[in-house]
C-alpha cells in the first residue's frame, strides 16, 4: 500500500481559510472551559470539556506536544498549559499546524485576541489576510450616524474597513437566520431600519445589529465588492436557531448572486455538510469547508470530512480551522483535516478510481489553491 497521499496530506502547507485570533494573555481555567466550546454555559455538576471530543483529543494529541503523556488528565494538562502560559504554548503549538496563510477574521471578541498581523509573527513567514465582519462595521458605527445619513456613513465605514481586506463575513445566521429575504431593500427601507434599529441600540450598552432590513442592506453592499462573502453555516453558539442556518434556506439568494461576480463560501457547514456539498455543485459561485467540525467533533471528524468531497466539485473545498483563542484548536483542526483528507485520497488511489496525480493536484487545490482563486489572493 502506497502512503504518498498520506504523508503529502501530513506536510503540505495550509491556507486557513477562516479562523480568528489566539486570546492574549494566560487563559484561566473557568475561562478555558468555556473558549473551548460552543456553549455558553460551563460543563454542569463540576463536569468539564476535556471529557467532550475535543478535549479527548486535546489530552491524546496536544498534551506530548506540551511534555505530558498521552491521554493524561484534565487537571494534568490544564495545570501544565496554564504554568507554561498562553504565550509559550501557541509558540510551541502553531507553528505545527503547517498554516501558512491565515484569513483572520477580525470581528470576533477582537479587543481579546491577536490582531491578523501578529498572528503572522508567531511563525517565520506566514501571512494573514484580514476578513471583515460586515455586521460589526454597522455596530462600529451606530454612536456616530443618523437614520438620514447611515446608507452613505456604512460605504464609507465598509470602504475603510475593507482597505486591506481579501473578504467579507456575514453572521446572518445568528442575527437572523439564513431563512432572510433575497431581496435588496430600498434606499427608503434602510433608512426607515436604520431609525428604528438607532433607537434600539440607544439604549444598549453594545450596539447589536440584527435588524432584518439592515442585514440584508450591509449584505448587498458587501455583493457590490465582487469579492468573497463568507457566511456562517450550521452550528454555533445558542444565539443560532439550528434550523435556520441550514445554507439552503438561502437559495434564492444564491440564485441572484450567481452572475454577480462574488463567491459565497459556506463555513463550517456542521450538520449541513451534505446540502452545502450540494449548493457548490450547483451553484459556481459557492464553496464550502468543514472548519470547527474537525476540532469539536475529536474521533469522528473524518466521516464529517468525508462528507465535504462527497458531492462537491475538488475545484469548490476549501480547508479552515475555525479556531478562536486557544492554540490547542488550530493545531487539532489542522491535524485531523491532515489526516482524514490524506486517507481518503490515498483511499481513492488504491481502488485505482483517482489517478496519484490527480489526488495531489486536489490536495494542493483544498489545501491552497481554491482559497487562492476565491479570495484573489496573490
Ligand atoms: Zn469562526
Known amino acids: 500500500m502506497s502512503q504518498r497521499l498520506i504523508d503529502l496530506a501530513a506536510s503540505i502547507p495550509l491556507t486557513d481559510n477562516h479562523c480568528h485570533g489566539v486570546v492574549r494573555g494566560n487563559v484561566e481555567r473557568a475561562d478555558f472551559e468555556i473558549i473551548a466550546t460552543e456553549s455558553d454555559w460551563p460543563e454542569p455538576h463540576g463536569m ?173 453592499e458587501a455583493v457590490d465588492y465582487r469579492t468573497a462573502i463568507q457566511f456562517h453555516v450550521g452550528y454555533g453558539d445558542s444565539d443560532i436557531v439550528m434550523h435556520r442556518c441550514d445554507p439552503t434556506q438561502m437559495t434564492e439568494f444564491l440564485r441572484r448572486t450567481v452572475d454577480l461576480g462574488v463567491s459565497i463560501m459556506l463555513l463550517h457547514c456542521y450538520p449541513f455538510v451534505r446540502e452545502s456539498g450540494y449548493l457548490a455543485q450547483v451553484y459556481p459561485h459557492v464553496y464550502l469547508d468543514t472548519g470547527a467540525a474537525g476540532h469539536w467533533t475529536g474521533l469522528s471528524s473524518p466521516t464529517i470530512i468525508a462528507e465535504s468531497v462527497e458531492m462537491a466539485p475538488m475545484s469548490k473545498v476549501l480547508f479552515s480551522s475555525d479556531a478562536f483563542g486557544l492554540p490547542e484548536l488550530y493545531y487539532l483542526g489542522t491535524h485531523v483535516w491532515r489526516v482524514a483528507m490524506g486517507k481518503i485520497l490515498q483511499k481513492w488511489v488504491d481502488a485505482d478510481g483517482m489517478g496519484e496525480k490527480d489526488a495531489i493536484k486536489y490536495l494542493n487545490w483544498m489545501a491552497n489553491e481554491n482559497a487562492r482563486r476565491a479570495y484573489r489572493l496573490l
Open 48 to 220: 468539564t470539556i476535556f471529557d467532550s471530543p475535543v478535549g479527548i483529543m486535546m489530552r491524546s494529541l496536544c498534551a506530548p506536544l506540551l511534555g505530558l503523556s498521552k491521554h493524561c488528565s484534565p487537571d494534568e494538562y490544564f495545570s501544565r498549559r496554564y504554568q507554561l502560559g498562553q504565550a509559550e504554548v501557541t509558540k510551541i503549538l502553531l507553528p505545527t499546524t503547517g498554516i501558512e496563510t491565515f484569513l483572520v477574521d477580525s470581528g470576533f471578541k477582537s479587543d481579546n485576541v491577536l490582531l491578523p498581523q501578529e498572528m503572522a509573527t508567531i511563525t517565520p513567514g506566514t501571512k494573514a489576510r484580514e476578513i471583515v465582519r460586515l455586521e460589526t462595521v454597522a455596530e462600529g458605527m451606530a454612536r456616530h450616524t443618523t437614520a438620514d445619513t447611515f446608507i452613505t456613513d456604512y460605504a464609507d465605514a465598509l470602504a475603510l474597513a475593507a482597505k486591506d481586506a481579501v473578504g467579507f463575513k456575514s453572521v446572518m445566521a445568528y442575527r437572523y437566520g439564513l431563512d432572510f429575504d433575497p431581496d435588496r431593500p430600498t434606499k427608503a427601507e434602510v433608512t426607515k431600519a436604520a431609525g428604528e434599529w438607532l433607537a434600539e441600540v440607544a439604549t444598549q450598552r453594545t450596539p447589536r445589529m440584527n435588524h432584518p432590513v439592515l442585514l440584508r442592506h450591509i449584505l448587498w
